[in-house]
């Protein structure tokens, strides 16, 4: 998948291909230019951003440089937002109505004419959903755009929802944090508000850089104006290319807001997805520089039901439907599995033929075979001894070694279970990618004799995955039990 970011006057492109162990072997390309690109988020002349855009892919490599499939990312000024606090009691089917009836009341009235998508978080106490809408004529002028260079557009992002994603993991549970995104460029300071449900602002805050000056006057400017509107921002997450240069003790003390830059976020709470990332030369990918991509590469992982492309206010088209998930930030479309799919064809053949061999119609004649019958035994009672109770053998967690495989495609799966598994007793733990990602049933492995410990994590995961399979495990294995992680994990 090649992921490109258009801005202003840069353009920026990431190609990812995944392998079969899970990881992406990645490549990456930009360019500024002095011509303006977008014109309130729009093409501004579709032949200069379709030169523009293949020159940038043009430095790529190998397959990467034929891609033809693109997610593209915008900034936040193409798309229109808002957001609103849903009731806690209210069903997901119900959601996307509600946001449509409050969407009619908000934005502009020629809502038929574009597309949506809506994702939500929330904690014990709220639940905030925000929706995203984009003109169909602004996709469109994209899609001509690629199409003069024979790319196809595949999927649609806003550049807000890939920053959220590049810190959500840092948010702590029960706590509202407002959090400023700031990129720290040569010549440059732009920054989103965000609070701990998502985008909080859709305007940028933008400001050239003086020469010799820093960015830390017009960032400690900005957060004396919110202080004025009595809305104190708690940290500032600060990226961008000369962000890797900020000391911050010093930089949080001449700016007044505690930051956090994002080079110390990343190992901490997206190890899992960095150690993915495999560069096609011997150069560490430059995270600060496109983490605009990085970010929409974990947002499209994490968040397979969003998306631009197909949803519409239009009411001839009926809009499918959504389901809520307490943990994450997305509300995903409903679809049918194929695992559903295949069950609904099999018990459809299995009922037609069990009705054409209980009946008989005109002209089929069909029989099944008759059996001699057999004289029933008299059953002669039997005393029955009195159970001996067998002993449940004493479990030391503690002492129990634990490893835990990632066979869910889905990064960090396993750091999931582990944590589960802490708060279980459990001590000795070490976590590990599964040979496949195609597991679809979490299974549980023991030695044999110790079925006892198969049957005792099952019942302590059986809020997180009911079906569990548990299989034998071989002896030489060091663990004591291994659990590989499938996509029923919830």
Known sequence: MLYIYVGQHVIKALHVNKSLLGQYSVQQSEK???????????????????????????HLTGGAAKEKQVSLIL????????????????????????????????????LDNVYFDFVGAENETKRIVSLYAIEESTVQGYKDTLQLIDMQLVALLPDTLSYYKLFEKTLRKGKIEHILYGLYEEDSISAYL?????????????????????????????????????????????????????????????????TNPLKRILPHFYADYLKMLVPIDTNPFPILQFDVCFGALIFTVENKGFSLLKNTFSPSLAVMGKSVQKKGFTMPSFRFSKEIVLFIISFGGSFLIFTLLTQSPAGFNMRLPNFMAKAKPTPVPTAVPSPTAIPTPEVKKEAIKVKILNGSGVPGKAGVVKTVMKE???????????????????????????????????AELADYAKD???????????????????????
């Open 468 to 490: 569990v399979k548990i299989t034998i495990l071989a002896e030489k294995e060091k663990a004591d039990i291994v659990v590989t992680v499938g996509t029923d994990f919830k």
């Open 75 to 110: 900034p936040q000024e193409a798309f229109y937002f808002f957001r609103s606090e849903v009731p806690n009691d209210m069903a997901p089917s119900a959601v996307t109505s509600f946001m449509k009836e409050k969407a009619r009341s908000v934005l502009p009235a020629h």
């Open 194 to 258: 965000f609070d701990s449900f998502g985008l909080l602002e859709k305007e940028t805050f933008t400001a050239k850089l003086e020469q010799g000056k820093g960015v830390e006057r017009p960032l400690k400017k900005i957060g004396a104006e919110y202080e004025e509107k009595h809305l104190k921002i708690n940290r500032l997450i600060l990226s961008g290319t000369l962000s890797d240069s900020v000391r911050q003790d010093t930089f949080t003390k001449d700016v007044g807001i505690w």
């Open 424 to 458: 279980k007793g459990y001590q000795d733990i070490v976590t590990d990618n599964a040979e496949t990602f195609d597991y679809k049933i979490t299974e549980i492995a023991v030695k044999k004799g110790s079925e006892h410990l198969g049957a005792l994590v099952k």
């Open 32 to 58: 500024k230019f002095s011509v303006q690109l977008l014109k309130a988020g729009k093409v501004a002349h579709t032949d200069i951003v379709a030169s523009a855009i293949k020159e940038v892919v043009s």
